[in-house]
Every structure is written in C-alpha cells, then in structure tokens.
C-alpha cells in the first residue's frame, strides 16, 4: 500500500506518488499473473485517495503512531511505502518502507526518542546527504587526487555543507567554501560556477566544484546556468576539459533537471558530472531493467521509464516477492518475512545488495539502545538502514542514455554509516617540538633500514591460495594482435602496454586478486573465490572502455579486421570462380569495425581476452621468487580457454559457471551465453564454455572461437631401433603398431574414452554410413565436403599411418564381399576422425536433451538461435553464411545407444551452424 508524501500539494511529488504506484499496480499484476507467489497476491492501493489522507479532519487530527493503529485495523496492510512514519512511530506489525522524494542530511532516525517493538520493521530506503556526499568523495579520490585538484564547495545549506566538508576532508582534500548564498536565483548560481570555469582555463590544477543542494527548485536552477556557463565556452576548449562537477543532492532531483525545458543537456554532455545512486544504471539503454520497467508499464515513455522511483518499487517488490516465494507451506506475516531475512544476512535485488543485516541488531531490546548509542557509525548496522552501497555514475551517460560514461564506481560503508578522518595539515614547529620529534625519527630510520634489509621486495602473498586441497580460480589474459601491435605502432604499444599492466594490477588489488606471473603482456593470476575472479574480468573490459588510448591502437585494429576481412572475400571469389558461383562482399553482413558509430559503442583502445576455470591445481611454492604457482589441468585448461577467446571476450569453463551460482554472485549487470562444449587441445573431452560479458558492453560481436585442435595419435615405435630391424617390423618403422584397417585406427581413437567398448560398433555403423553416401560422388566432391566438415569442426585431419597403408592386396583379398574396399583408405582414416570428433559432443547433447524433457534450451544447451541466410545468384548458385561457431551438432539421436533396431534422426534446430553446397553436388 501506498501513502505518498505528507505534503503532496506540490506538483513534484504529485508526479512522485504517481510513478510509485503506476510501478507497484504494473508489478503487482505481473506477479498475480505469473503465479510467482503461490500462497499470496499482490495488491497496490493508494491510500492518500482511499481514505482522503489529505483531507479528512478525523485523520489529520491523530497522532502518526494513532494513525498507524487506527489503519492496521482496517486495511491491515503488509508493506506501506512513503514518509508517514518514522521508526519510532510504527505501532502494528507492518513493514514500513520510508521513502520519500526528498533526502535528509543525515540518518537522524537514529535518535528517535521514543523506541517501539516494531521499529525494527522499518527501512529507510535513500542514502542521507553524509552518504551521497561520501561516495563522492570517494570517487574523486580514485580518479582526480588532492595533489592534483582545488576542489570548491558550492551549498545554500550550512548543515549540507558541513557534512560534505568533512566527507572532502576525510579524503585530504582542503576544499575551498564558497560561502552562503541563495543558488535558486539564478543570477548567483550562474556567477559562482563561471567563476569557477574561469579559473579552469588558467589552473595547472583540475578545477572541482562539488555542489550541495537539499531542494528541487535550487537544482533546476543551478543546472540552467550550469549548462549556459559551458555553452558560452568554445566546443573543445581546455576550459571545459579541467573542469568537473560533482551534485551531491536527491537522484529524483537530477531526473526532474533532464527532462527541465530550461535545461540545455546538449552543453552538459561536454561536462564530466558525477552523482551518486544505491540504484543500477537504469539509464542505460542496454540495461535489463530499464526494459523490465518499459515491459511491466507496458510504455516507451522514457519520463516514466527513467524515474527513479519506478526502479526504487521495482527492487523493493522483486526482494519481497522472492522472499514470499520461500513460504510455500505455511502464511507469511511481514515479522516472519523479515525474520527470514535478517537470519539470512545478505541479499539482493537486481544487483542492488541489501545488508549485511545483523540478527541480533535487529530485535526489540537492540532497538531500544539506539537513542543513547545516536548515530555511531563505527557500531554495525542495525536494521533501519538496509542499503549501504552507493554506486558513482556520470551525468552524461544519463543525458545520452548509454554506458560510455560510466566509471563503474562503488563504494560500501562497512558500518553503520560513514566514518570521518580530520584533514592533514602542515604548521610550523617550533624548536621544542623539532628535538622531541628529532629522536624518534633516528629509531624509524633504524626500523626503516631493517625493513628493507629483510622485507623489502618480497612479494604480497596474503590473496595467493595455499592449500592444494581447496578449489581456485585460475584466470589467464592476453592482448589481442599484441604483435601486430608492436610491429605497426610501437611507441604506442609501448604507452599501452604500460598502461594496460597499471590497470590490471589495480584491478587485481581490488578484488584480491594474485598475480602469480606475466609473460610479455600476458597475465597468469589466481583468486581463492570465483566471484572475485568474474569482477576482476568484467571490470578489466569496462576498464579499458572507458581509459584513455592512443588512437593509433584502434586505427591497428581496424586495419587488422579490414585486411582479414579482404583476406575472405578473395578466398570466397577464388573458390567461387572455380565452380561459377560468383559471390561478391556485398553478401557478407555489416561488421562493428565499418561503421564509426556502433564502433565507438563496443570497442576502444588495448582488446583483452579472459579464460577462467575453477577446480582443484597442484600449488608448489617457489623460494626464490618468494611466491606461489599452480600446475595441472586446472592451469590447462584455463590457458586453452583463454587461448580459444577473442579480444575484449570472457570466457570460463562450467565448473567456473556453476561455482558462480553457488557462491550467489549477481548477474543482474552481466549478459551470460552458453557456448556448448568445445573442443580445446591437449583435453580428451570437449568442455563446455560460458561467455560473460559487462551488460554495458553486451553488443559486442566476436568472430568463431579460435579452436585449434588436432585428434592425436601417439605413435608407439619399438623398445630399440636394433629389435625392429631384427624382426622386420615394417610398424615400427614410421606407422603404428597394431593398426592395420580403419576399425584398428577408429579403436586407438576412442580407446580413452571410458564408453569406448559400448560406443565401438555405433561409430564403424557410422563411418561405414558416411562413407557409402560419399562412394557415388565424384571424387572432388567427396574431399571437398571431407575438408569442410573437418574445417568446421576445427580438425587437423592426421594421414594415414603408414603401417595401415602396407597392408597387401593379399590380405584385402582374403576379406569377404562385405567388407569395404580399401582402394581409399586415406577416406576412411578421415571419415574416422570426424565421426569420433562429433560424436561424443553429440550425445552430450543427446542425454542433456532427454534430462531436459525435450527441450534443449532447458537442459542448459546454448541459447544461440539459427541464423543460416542463404542466397541464389541468377545462375542457381548458392552460398551460406556462417552467423556463429557450430556448438552443437545438428541432428540428435533419440534411440538409446546400443539398440538393435535402426536409430531415427530428430531434426532438432542446431545453435548454430553451416553447410557448404558445392556446385556439383549430386
């Protein structure tokens, strides 16, 4: 239930409550109708029209704690959304959700004089002004250091402006007030930031004017003249590009200022301006929830769609929905909800986290403790203030609704609030004080010496994993055409290089990370959680997007794609020339790389390419590099992944995917594709592969995995080179032993397989098959197609070995009518290979197929669909473009294996996958 804001005459939060509820009446039809919650059904009622809120004298003459009781009995409500009630004034057993269209300075519910049993069941859902402002602080200390900044404080309000200067002090920056004024006349809000821009134009220094702002109508006039001021500059000027704004005010104020018609937004993309938000990048028009919100609205109206609070309902009703999911047995209360939540400490919704709540802070007698405790941020946090991560985004990437923008900035209190440091300030000392320091000093210079005669140098192995009976995670990175790079622009490669290792080693740092080596720019690394490996990953390919590269490393990379991409096409005219089937590059599809705009979108300076894995490695400590390193198949197998990628692409193995799930990592900003089981070189079985990527940078397109694998035969000679030549052995002797016919080199193929026995006498039916429906071909016809499945297959076909090849006419005379000639054994060795390399991923298939009740997609198959667009040329001729790597096989068997009677071919759609047609093809 709805009660909008005590005050809600003015038009604002009209406009407030009105996207509140439209939100809440969309959700609430769309869990009843889904069946999500089996034993509830959601209901919206607005209760300031209900029950005439505003208007009625009985009402308004009660108490908030009266009104509170006095509506419990009759209307008896679940969850209330609005500011009607502070904690203390909650007297019934009802989640009270205090949302307002405003933000307080502080968290000033924590000195509630009065403390009931259920003020635990209130939630004050927006960050205070100390938060926003903290945050932001934050952020400018990672990206602009005080060493380098003059940063100005610009607020109407003393008590605003007190607390965001002890947040800039805490980061050691000696921020410049500007002093009291009225910024909601104009003509004073357009003063104070020319004079500020003015001065960027001549600083050494970066220019940072932190703006502090409690009401609607002072932030729509100060970002009027905000967006005048840059205007009046010359586009490109270095003016604009020293000078940053940080708005330290409500999110709903900001929204209000971009649809303002006063508002010029084309002169505010120029300008880097940073605000804080517990909220996703709703923003973004890649973002999965903007289109849930447009969906469950059912709107293109992006004024409803870009309202904060449409996406504040939509976390809050997807939490409470998932936890009433949970009750399937028995009637939740709202005390037995949040019970269940606070027991379970942490959660999310929509990748915004919730806690860590802590049980025993949030019961009755806790509570009761509040008013002496006040507002200690140091203590952990109690119930009342769920929500203690801010993310930092740019402005623009909000005017301009895309990711390009976005710093990807988040910041965690780890207590109950934001915790301040004084500012370190130089003063004169006088000679008492200089003697009184002199001699200390002399006893850190001595620990200094000892510090870096014995520990100086050794590495950081805090983060490394260090029991080999423990899973990790082992991630591998590599720079795209880093050669290539180096040949064509070395003294950018150089810079790049440099820049690339910088960032990569912070990242690491932030997400506890271990650099276990580097090879060239190549990066081995390990973390002791998958999570932390996924971010680490992600953050590397939004990291790079938004840094600064030379723009010689983008022009390399075009350059390499237009060339490959010339490369094919001459390919494809040579062999069409060669059967008449003309075939001209206006048949290929557009690429990202020929058209600037979709570029800039998805692709920007170094590409990097990730392989993950998570199991169980050999560790092995090493005394002279006084560090760890890992070995085995874990290692393996995350280098093969890493390997297979493309630049900018995250690839991780299932075992990495499922320890994802089970560790909760949140994929509400990732987009996941399934990528089947692929082969990958020196692994017996093909491994299923899963690519992530950041939702920002989701439409991004790679070409086919790089899959390089050949099927090997371990050739076994003889003991002795002596003993071969004594017993004549014509197989010891360059072929290998034992292998005759194609049956034999079929068995040597499959002989590691644990089903190989069972398995056996399906592929020779197979091979046989294949062979007897290439037999009526003409002999061109019959390599070309061999050489084009191997091709998509990503096979290395082996030749014959030679043992089988001096096999006499004597002994194939000796075979009876039914078995196959021998004439062309080289087919046979190839149809061999393929069979045993399709096979096994087929049935794969097949089983995950029948696990899945029918239904591949759900039985967790790739979620590519087929996309094969074929053309006819006026002379009949066709060609088929490949969209996507073939996963999968395209047909799946249904009959069990082993069965007497002939399987039967289900045409299941494959993911993906192509058929070449030669011209002469019977």
Same mark, same amino acid.
């Given at each position: 239930?709805?009660?909008?804001?005590?005050? @809600?005459?003015?038009?604002?939060?009209?406009?407030?409550?009105?996207?509140?509820?439209?939100?809440?009446?969309?959700?609430?039809?769309?869990?009843?109708?889904?069946?999500?919650?089996?034993?509830?059904?959601?209901?919206?009622?607005?209760?300031?029209?209900?029950?005439?809120?505003?208007?009625?004298?009985?009402?308004?003459?009660?108490?908030?704690?009266?009104?509170?009781?006095?509506?419990?009995?009759?209307?008896?409500?679940?969850?209330?959304?609005?500011?009607?009630?502070?904690?203390?004034?909650?007297?019934?057993?009802?989640?009270?959700?205090?949302?307002?269209?405003?933000?307080?300075?502080?968290?000033?519910?924590?000195?509630?004089?009065?403390?009931?049993?259920?003020?635990?069941?209130? &939630?004050?859902?927006?960050?205070?002004?100390?938060?926003?402002?903290?945050?932001?602080?934050?952020?400018?200390?990672?990206?602009?250091?005080?060493?380098?900044? +003059?940063?100005?404080?610009?607020?109407?309000?003393?008590?605003?402006?007190?607390?965001?200067?002890?947040?800039?002090?805490?980061?050691?920056?000696?921020?410049?007030?500007?002093?009291?004024?009225?910024?909601?006349?104009?003509?004073?809000?357009?003063?104070?930031?020319?004079?500020?821009?003015?001065?960027?134009?001549?600083?050494?220094?970066?220019?940072?004017?932190?703006?502090?702002?409690?009401?609607?109508?002072?932030?729509?006039?100060?970002?009027?003249?905000?967006?005048?001021?840059?205007?009046?500059?010359?586009?490109?000027?270095?003016?604009?590009?020293?000078?940053?704004?940080?708005?330290?005010?409500?999110?709903?104020?900001?929204?209000?200022?971009?649809?303002?018609?006063?508002?010029?937004?084309?002169?505010?993309?120029?300008?880097?301006?940073?605000?804080?938000?517990?909220?996703?990048?709703?923003?973004?028009?890649?973002?999965?929830?903007?289109?849930?919100?447009?969906?469950?609205?059912?709107?293109?109206?992006?004024?409803?769609?870009?309202?904060?609070?449409?996406?504040?309902?939509?976390?809050?009703?997807?939490?409470?929905?998932?936890?009433?999911?949970?009750?399937?047995?028995?009637?939740?209360?709202?005390?037995?909800?949040?019970?269940?939540?606070?027991?379970?400490?942490?959660?999310?919704?929509?990748?915004?986290?919730?806690?860590?709540?802590?049980?025993?802070?949030?019961?009755?007698?806790?509570?009761?403790?509040?008013?002496?405790?006040?507002?200690?941020?140091?203590?952990?946090?109690?119930?009342?203030?769920?929500?203690?991560?801010?993310?930092?985004?740019?402005?623009?990437? &909000?005017?301009?609704?895309?990711?390009?923008?976005?710093?990807?900035?988040?910041?965690?209190?780890?207590?109950?609030?934001?915790?301040?440091?004084?500012?370190?300030?130089?003063?004169?000392?006088?000679?008492?004080?200089?003697?009184?320091?002199?001699?200390?000093?002399?006893?850190?210079?001595?620990?200094?010496?000892?510090?870096?005669?014995?520990?100086?140098?050794?590495?950081?192995?805090?983060?490394?994993?260090? %029991?080999?009976?423990?899973?990790?995670?082992?991630?591998?990175?590599?720079?795209?055409?880093?050669?290539?790079?180096?040949?064509?622009?070395?003294?950018?490669?150089?810079?790049?290089?440099?820049?690339?290792?910088?960032?990569?080693?912070?990242?690491?740092?932030? #997400?506890?990370?271990?650099?276990?080596?580097?090879?060239?720019?190549?990066?081995?690394?390990?973390?002791?959680?998958?999570?932390?490996?996924?971010?680490?990953?992600?953050?590397?390919?939004?990291?790079?997007?938004?840094?600064?590269?030379?723009?010689?490393?983008?022009?390399?990379?075009?350059?390499?794609?237009?060339?490959?991409?010339?490369?094919?096409?001459?390919?494809?005219?040579?062999?069409?020339?060669?059967?008449?089937?003309?075939?001209?590059?206006?048949?290929?599809?557009?690429?990202?790389?020929?058209?600037?705009?979709?570029?800039?979108?998805?692709?920007?300076?170094?590409?990097?390419?990730?392989?993950?894995? &998570?199991?169980?490695?050999?560790?092995?400590?090493?005394?002279?590099?006084?560090?760890?390193?890992?070995?085995?198949?874990?290692?393996?197998?995350?280098?093969?992944?890493?390997?297979?990628?493309?630049?900018?692409?995250?690839?991780?193995?299932?075992?990495?995917?499922?320890?994802?799930?089970? +560790?909760?990592?949140?994929? %509400?900003?990732?987009?996941?594709?399934?990528?089947?089981?692929?082969?990958?070189?020196?692994?017996?079985?093909?491994?299923?592969?899963?690519?992530?990527?950041?939702?920002?940078?989701?439409?991004?397109?790679?070409?086919?995995?790089?899959?390089?694998?050949?099927?090997?035969?371990?050739?076994?000679?003889?003991?002795?080179?002596?003993?071969?030549?004594?017993?004549?052995?014509?197989?010891?002797?360059?072929?290998?032993?034992?292998?005759?016919?194609?049956?034999?080199?079929?068995?040597?193929?499959?002989? #590691?397989?644990?089903?190989?026995?069972?398995?056996?006498?399906?592929?020779?039916?197979?091979?046989?098959?294949?062979?007897?429906?290439?037999?009526?071909?003409?002999?061109?016809?019959?390599?070309?197609?061999?050489?084009?499945?191997?091709?998509?297959?990503?096979?290395?076909?082996?030749?014959?070995?030679?043992?089988?090849?001096?096999?006499?006419?004597?002994?194939?005379?000796?075979?009876?009518?039914?078995?196959?000639?021998?004439?062309?054994?080289?087919?046979?060795?190839?149809?061999?290979?393929?069979?045993?390399?399709?096979?096994?991923?087929?049935?794969?298939?097949?089983?995950?197929?029948?696990?899945?009740?029918?239904?591949?997609?759900?039985?967790?198959?790739?979620?590519?669909?087929?996309?094969?667009?074929?053309?006819?040329?006026?002379?009949?001729?066709?060609?088929?473009?490949?969209? @996507?790597?073939?996963?999968?096989?395209?047909?799946?068997?249904?009959?069990?294996?082993?069965?007497?009677?002939?399987?039967?071919?289900?045409?299941?759609?494959?993911?993906?996958?192509?058929?070449?047609?030669?011209?002469?093809?019977?």
């Amino acid at each position: 239930q709805l009660y909008a804001p005590r005050d @809600a005459s003015s038009s604002d939060a009209a406009e407030w409550a009105s996207h509140v509820f439209g939100m809440l009446r969309a959700l609430a039809d769309d869990y009843n109708e889904g069946g999500y919650t089996k034993s509830v059904d959601f209901s919206a009622s607005y209760m300031n029209s209900l029950l005439s809120l505003d208007t009625n004298a009985l009402l308004a003459g009660l108490t908030a704690p009266e009104l509170m009781t006095f509506l419990y009995h009759i209307k008896r409500p679940f969850i209330v959304l609005g500011n009607w009630w502070e904690s203390y004034q909650v007297t019934a057993p009802v989640i009270n959700i205090f949302l307002s269209p405003a933000t307080d300075i502080t968290d000033e519910a924590y000195n509630a004089a009065t403390i009931t049993k259920y003020t635990n069941m209130t &939630w004050y859902l927006k960050p205070s002004i100390a938060d926003l402002a903290h945050a932001s602080s934050a952020l400018l200390a990672s990206l602009y250091p005080p060493q380098t900044s +003059e940063v100005y404080l610009m607020a109407t309000n003393a008590t605003a402006a007190s607390v965001t200067m002890l947040s800039l002090h805490t980061y050691q920056y000696d921020a410049i007030d500007m002093g009291r004024s009225n910024y909601s006349v104009y003509e004073n809000a357009y003063a104070a930031i020319q004079s500020r821009l003015v001065a960027s134009g001549s600083s050494a220094k970066t220019q940072v004017l932190v703006i502090t702002s409690l009401t609607l109508d002072e932030v729509l006039v100060v970002f009027q003249a905000l967006g005048d001021v840059i205007n009046a500059v010359q586009p490109g000027s270095a003016t604009v590009s020293n000078f940053i704004v940080v708005a330290v005010c409500d999110l709903t104020y900001l929204y209000f200022a971009k649809f303002a018609s006063g508002t010029n937004t084309t002169a505010l993309t120029r300008l880097r301006l940073y605000f804080a938000s517990y909220l996703y990048a709703f923003f973004e028009s890649t973002n999965a929830q903007r289109s849930a919100a447009a969906t469950a609205l059912n709107t293109t109206d992006v004024t409803l769609i870009e309202a904060p609070t449409t996406h504040a309902v939509n976390i809050v009703v997807n939490l409470f929905a998932n936890l009433l999911m949970k009750f399937s047995s028995t009637r939740p209360t709202p005390d037995t909800v949040l019970s269940l939540l606070y027991n379970q400490g942490t959660t999310s919704s929509y990748g915004v986290p919730f806690g860590p709540f802590y049980p025993d802070n949030c019961t009755a007698a806790e509570q009761r403790t509040m008013k002496e405790m006040g507002t200690t941020a140091g203590r952990q946090c109690s119930c009342l203030k769920p929500l203690r991560t801010l993310n930092v985004f740019d402005y623009r990437g &909000w005017l301009t609704n895309s990711a390009s923008y976005n710093p990807q900035f988040t910041y965690t209190m780890s207590t109950c609030g934001v915790t301040y440091s004084p500012l370190v300030t130089s003063s004169s000392l006088n000679v008492g004080m200089v003697v009184g320091i002199v001699v200390p000093c002399g006893l850190v210079i001595i620990a200094a010496v000892v510090y870096v005669s014995f520990f100086y140098g050794r590495r950081n192995n805090r983060p490394a994993p260090k %029991d080999p009976n423990v899973p990790f995670a082992c991630v591998f990175t590599d720079i795209q055409s880093s050669t290539s790079l180096w040949a064509r622009a070395p003294e950018a490669m150089a810079d790049a290089l440099e820049q690339h290792h910088r960032l990569l080693r912070v990242l690491l740092n932030r #997400h506890d990370g271990y650099e276990v080596k580097t090879i060239g720019d190549s990066f081995m690394v390990a973390f002791k959680k998958a999570s932390d490996a996924a971010h680490f990953a992600l953050d590397i390919q939004t990291t790079l997007f938004r840094e600064d590269w030379s723009p010689i490393i983008d022009e390399v990379y075009i350059a390499l794609a237009a060339e490959a991409y010339e490369e094919q096409i001459a390919a494809a005219l040579e062999k069409s020339e060669s059967v008449n089937s003309p075939m001209t590059p206006s048949s290929n599809p557009v690429l990202q790389w020929q058209d600037p705009a979709v570029y800039s979108q998805n692709w920007h300076g170094i590409r990097v390419r990730v392989g993950m894995n &998570w199991g169980l490695g050999s560790v092995k400590f090493d005394p002279v590099s006084q560090g760890y390193d890992y070995y085995g198949t874990l290692v393996n197998t995350a280098a093969r992944v890493e390997g297979v990628g493309n630049g900018g692409q995250v690839l991780g193995t299932k075992d990495f995917h499922d320890r994802l799930e089970e +560790e909760g990592f949140s994929f %509400d900003e990732v987009t996941v594709k399934p990528m089947g089981p692929q082969p990958l070189r020196g692994l017996d079985h093909p491994i299923p592969l899963y690519q992530l990527l950041p939702l920002s940078l989701s439409t991004r397109q790679f070409n086919e995995l790089r899959l390089d694998v050949e099927i090997e035969l371990e050739e076994e000679e003889a003991t002795s080179t002596n003993s071969a030549n004594t017993k004549g052995d014509s197989s010891s002797a360059g072929g290998v032993e034992g292998v005759t016919t194609w049956e034999s080199f079929l068995d040597r193929l499959i002989r #590691h397989r644990k089903d190989a026995v069972t398995t056996r006498e399906m592929l020779q039916r197979v091979v046989f098959f294949l062979h007897t429906a290439l037999r009526t071909s003409p002999a061109n016809w019959q390599k070309d197609t061999i050489k084009t499945l191997a091709k998509r297959w990503h096979l290395h076909l082996k030749p014959a070995p030679a043992s089988m090849m001096a096999v006499s006419t004597e002994e194939n005379a000796k075979r009876t009518s039914a078995t196959p000639p021998y004439a062309d054994k080289g087919m046979w060795t190839d149809l061999a290979q393929i069979v045993s390399k399709i096979w096994f991923p087929s049935e794969e298939a097949r089983l995950r197929l029948v696990a899945g009740g029918g239904n591949l997609l759900s039985a967790g198959g790739a979620s590519t669909t087929v996309d094969i667009r074929r053309r006819t040329s006026a002379t009949g001729s066709r060609s088929v473009t490949p969209t @996507a790597t073939p996963l999968l096989p395209p047909v799946q068997y249904s009959t069990p294996l082993g069965a007497a009677t002939p399987f039967s071919a289900s045409t299941t759609a494959p993911t993906s996958t192509t058929i070449a047609l030669p011209q002469e093809a019977p």
